[in-house]
Nanobody, 120 residues
Framework: QVQLVESGGGLVQPGGSLRLSCAASGSILSINAMGWYRQAPGKERELVASISSGGSTNYADSVKGRFTISRDNAKNTVYLQMNSLKPEDTAVYYC??????????????WGQGTLLTVSS
């Protein structure tokens, strides 16, 4: 009954920028932590960035200084601003959220993924 929908992926040249969005919908009382993960072919899924309900953030070392995670609680949406993109950023990016509903205190929900390709 809760869904996450990502948008904003696509093809970008090295050094370029892109902004990913993820909107949660359904019977939601509140959202705790939200985050972005990514998975490249032959690699395990890794945490890119996370943000708590209070706004505390955490980033993977590989993206520090280049990516910024933010959220709009009124819209149940999390964003990932990606700057200075590198070919190694190419991956499927997944949105994740810990959601509270009427019946579940902590429901972990995943989006379907959006593909980012960084190439000339």
């Amino acid at each position: 009954q809760v869904q996450l929908v990502e948008s904003g992926g696509g093809l970008v040249q090295p050094g370029g920028s892109l902004r990913l969005s993820c909107a949660a919908s359904g019977s939601i009382l509140s959202i705790n932590a939200m985050g972005w993960y990514r998975q490249a072919p032959g690699k395990e899924r890794e945490l890119v960035a996370s943000i708590s309900s209070g706004g505390s953030t955490n980033y993977a070392d590989s993206v520090k200084g280049r990516f910024t995670i933010s959220r709009d609680n009124a819209k149940n949406t999390v964003y990932l601003q990606m700057n200075s993109l590198k070919p190694e950023d190419t991956a499927v990016y997944y949105c994740n959220a810990d959601v509270r509903t009427w019946t579940v205190r902590y429901l972990e929900v995943w989006g379907q993924g959006t593909l980012l390709t960084v190439s000339s």
